[in-house]
């Protein structure tokens, strides 16, 4: 139930058969507008038609296949279903036990754990480094185009498209660098958010148990609660007892070479320090 994201929040939005209702109603509306357009002359009241004009007889056109096959559609046919086995009965059990409620607020959680913070602090600054490369890069592409477009004329079409292939050469080759170093600092958040969650989970049954709690909900679904049912502050002043920081891969470190190397630390390599990788894994180019 516990998330890199914290909590999870499900929303389900029932919109089936609008579209059909829609068609529907503008087919109602044309036909009370336009009464009598295709009723026969003899259906109409005299004062309708006008005396010196007679209403035209409406004309009867075969059906052709596709409507044939559209009417089928709209009623389609109510086809016998296999019949249902018999359940066996369920032979009687002890019922559960009476639940003892406790809520938490995981965002929450993880807005107080320093762990947490230091994983958004060291990755946060990666993106930012990486926003900001990116953005010189497109600039730079930017300039080199303008560039090329002015001595487009004293060019020669084979200078053209040799230049032309140079850059597009260059935007590729940045564009695949830019989305690894995405990758990286992605896969870097997930190790570290990882310890996180498996040592919440670990503490949020531990706190549950001490006060005797079967059930946990969490505490943004809960339209009323008491203030002595929640065990929010307590979970994030013991995570951050045994958690107070973790490992986070160094920026020029691939997680994934990392992890294959077989030297990933753990949140139990107390004698490691955070953000100190093992020097073995080159980087992904």
């Known amino acids: 139930m516990l998330r890199k994201s914290g909590i999870r929040l499900l929303?389900?939005?029932?919109?089936?058969?609008?579209?059909?209702?829609?068609?529907?109603?503008?087919?109602?509306?044309?036909?009370?507008?336009?009464?009598g357009w295709f009723v026969p002359k003899t259906a109409q009241p005299a004062a309708h038609a006008p005396q010196h004009e007679a209403a035209?007889?409406?004309?009867?056109?075969?059906?052709?296949?596709?409507?044939?096959?559209?009417?089928?559609?709209?009623?389609?046919?109510?086809?016998?279903?296999?019949?249902?086995?018999?359940?066996?009965?369920?032979?009687?059990?002890?019922p559960p036990p009476a639940p003892i409620i406790g809520v938490i607020s995981v965002?929450?959680?993880?807005?107080?754990?320093?762990?947490?913070?230091?994983?958004?602090?060291?990755?946060?600054?990666?993106?930012d480094d990486l926003a900001r490369d990116a953005q010189k890069e497109q600039a730079g592409w930017r300039d080199e185009q303008q560039k090329l477009q002015g001595?487009?004329?004293?060019?020669?079409?084979?200078?053209?498209?040799?230049?032309?292939?140079?850059?597009?050469?260059?935007?590729?080759?940045?564009?695949?660098?830019?989305?690894?170093?995405?990758?990286?600092?992605?896969?870097?958040?997930?190790?570290?958010?990882?310890?996180?969650?498996?040592?919440?989970?670990?503490?949020?049954?531990?706190?549950?148990?001490?006060?005797g709690m079967n059930l946990v909900l969490h505490r943004e679904q809960v339209a009323l609660s008491q203030e002595s049912l929640d065990i929010t502050q307590q979970v994030a002043s013991q995570l951050n007892g045994v958690l107070p920081t973790v490992f986070i891969p160094a920026a020029d470190v691939d997680p994934e070479v990392l992890a294959k190397s077989g030297t990933m630390p753990t949140t139990?390599?107390?004698?490691?320090?955070?953000?100190?990788?093992?020097?073995?894994?080159?980087?992904?180019?």
């Open 11 to 35: 929303a389900a939005t029932a919109l089936l058969g609008w579209g059909y209702q829609a068609i529907s109603g503008a087919h109602a509306q044309a036909a009370n507008g336009n009464a």
């Open 56 to 94: 035209p007889s409406p004309v009867q056109l075969p059906a052709s296949a596709a409507d044939s096959e559209e009417a089928q559609s709209q009623n389609p046919p109510i086809l016998p279903q296999p019949p249902v086995p018999k359940a066996p009965d369920v032979a009687k059990s002890a």
């Open 107 to 127: 965002p929450e959680v993880m807005r107080l754990s320093s762990a947490a913070q230091q994983a958004e602090r060291v990755l946060g600054a990666r993106r």
């Open 151 to 211: 001595q487009a004329r004293t060019m020669s079409s084979t200078q053209i498209q040799a230049s032309e292939r140079q850059l597009q050469e260059r935007v590729l080759a940045a564009q695949k660098d830019f989305r690894n170093r995405n990758r990286v600092i992605q896969e870097a958040a997930q190790v570290s958010l990882g310890q996180i969650e498996r040592e919440l989970i670990q503490i949020i049954r531990q706190v549950a148990a001490s006060h």
């Open 268 to 285: 139990a390599d107390a004698d490691k320090p955070a953000s100190v990788p093992t020097p073995a894994a080159p980087a992904k180019h």
